[in-house]
């Protein structure tokens, strides 16, 4: 028995060994290899850099940003803006900012009021970049001579306040690359003044419908227009939940009701940090499995098709957090309702918390939902209540309550509980202080966490 002990312990300090060597051998291989990795990103953005340095950059040809250029203008101030593409930026800074994941904002402000103003930058992008940081981006790729020369250039183009009474001033200035589209709230302090102006540009650069393709796609001409009660009637008859594409079996629970056109929707999501999902096709799977593999951002990734009214949505929208696993994804539908000339909407929302493994998807793999769906709900509306663009807010019954004990199920098995409100969100393209923002007179409470405080007080 003595030595039957010493042989096992012997044995365990072995296997203990083995494992701890096994252990630190893998550890070291995966560093290796992550280096590796790292160097031949390193090397490739090096090669492809390298052809970028500013040799001859030429102003004069990259004036067509002015052709798309929007101008606002009040009483004292007229300013205008443009975001440059890919080939306009090569030819004004003589390099590329799109490997840096850069843009570059056109501004002009001409000031007719007897007081100097100052473009507050934070308001475009609370991240923006100063010149001398785009520089030194490259200044692995491009000799120290080369890159001094490229930070005197950007320094030159660069946006410069103050603006002085009856001057105009004009400049770039560096933000956050966006691909799908940009909302800006530029922001001028002037003498016991602030002047508030919003932008919305779209681009191209992406595989994905938008507000104005689906409103464009639907006739416009068969929508009902309603009053206040008859909304709510219509809001609360709507499905309850999304389906799958036979629409033999439920989903998601429908949770929202947008009221708004393409110009009032638009803005207020780009402002909270919004963006549209790619259609799924061969490039939106390749960077949905970059970003899964090396936790980067990918702030359009595309999302699983969902169906109500007869169709898959119409238009997916998702906030990145962090990496691909953590984000929060909403779909939405067109409805044949008009209110007060605005389009209405239905449709999910809800936080995914992790990945995971299932036998539902053609994929094996499927993202895990927060199963406090009505969190969702409840932080999405106080996003738009921050993003200035809500002007009127309500709830209506139409979802299956459901609770931790007796939670529904989505379609790929996920369990979730919630009051069964959905929220109603009026919004508009004038900005709103969320002090003035009304209320839909429809006998609801708002929605209270009293199906999880019930489970909890009753264990």
Not at 328 to 335: A, D, M
Not at 405 to 415: C, H, I, S, V
Request: hydrophobic share 35%.
């Amino acid at each position: 028995m003595y030595f039957k002990t010493i042989y096992l312990k012997t044995m365990y300090l072995k296997n203990h060994v083995f494992k701890k060597k096994q252990s630190i051998k893998n550890n070291t291989i995966k560093i290796l290899f992550q280096w590796l990795v790292l160097i031949a990103i390193l090397s490739i953005q090096a090669c492809t850099s390298s052809s970028y340095k500013v040799i001859k950059p030429n102003p004069d040809s990259g004036n067509s940003f002015l052709q798309h250029a929007q101008s606002k203008q009040n009483q004292h101030l007229k300013i205008s803006a443009s975001i440059l593409t890919e080939k306009e930026s090569y030819a004004i800074f003589g390099l590329s900012l799109k490997l840096i994941g850069v843009q570059a904002i056109w501004v002009s402000v001409e000031n007719r009021d007897r007081f100097p103003y100052w473009l507050l930058y934070p308001s475009i992008d609370p991240d923006y970049y100063a010149p001398d940081e785009v520089a030194y981006a490259y200044s692995s790729t491009m000799s120290e001579d080369e890159n001094y020369k490229l930070m005197q250039h950007l320094r030159q183009q660069n946006f410069k306040n103050p603006i002085h009474a009856n001057e105009t001033k004009s400049g770039f200035i560096f933000v956050n690359r966006d691909e799908d589209y940009k909302a800006m709230s530029m922001e001028l302090l002037g003498n016991k003044k602030l002047t508030i102006v919003d932008f919305l540009f779209t681009m191209s650069g992406l595989n994905y419908e938008n507000f104005y393709d689906i409103i464009g796609i639907h006739n416009t001409d068969q929508l009902v227009e309603v009053d206040e009660a008859a909304l709510k009637l219509a809001l609360e008859q709507l499905p309850c939940c999304t389906t799958n594409q036979e629409g033999d079996q439920k989903g998601d629970p429908l949770n929202l009701i947008f009221i708004g056109n393409a110009e009032d929707l638009f803005p207020a999501f780009a402002h909270r940090g919004w963006h549209p999902a790619e259609k799924n096709y061969w490039d939106s799977s390749v960077k949905t499995v970059k970003s899964f593999l090396f936790g980067h951002h990918y702030h359009y990734s595309p999302v699983s098709p969902l169906y109500a009214l007869g169709r898959k949505q119409d238009i997916a929208l998702q906030k990145a957090r962090g990496t691909i696993h953590k984000r929060q994804h909403l779909r939405l539908w067109l409805t044949s309702l008009s209110f007060q000339g605005k389009s209405v909407w239905v449709g999910q929302v809800s936080r995914d918390i992790g990945v995971r493994f299932t036998n539902k998807t053609p994929i094996l793999m499927t993202h895990k939902i927060d199963p406090d769906i009505d969190e969702a709900r409840n932080e999405l509306t106080q996003e738009m209540l921050f993003s200035r663009g809500l002007s009127k807010i309500g709830y209506v019954s139409g979802v299956p309550i459901s609770t931790i004990e007796n939670p529904a199920y989505n379609l790929t098995g996920d369990p979730y509980f919630n009051d069964g409100l959905r929220v109603v969100l009026m919004m508009n393209k004038q900005p709103m202080p969320i002090e003035n923002i009304e209320y839909f007179d429809w006998q609801y409470s708002l929605p209270t966490s009293r199906h999880i405080n019930n489970s909890y007080e009753s264990k």
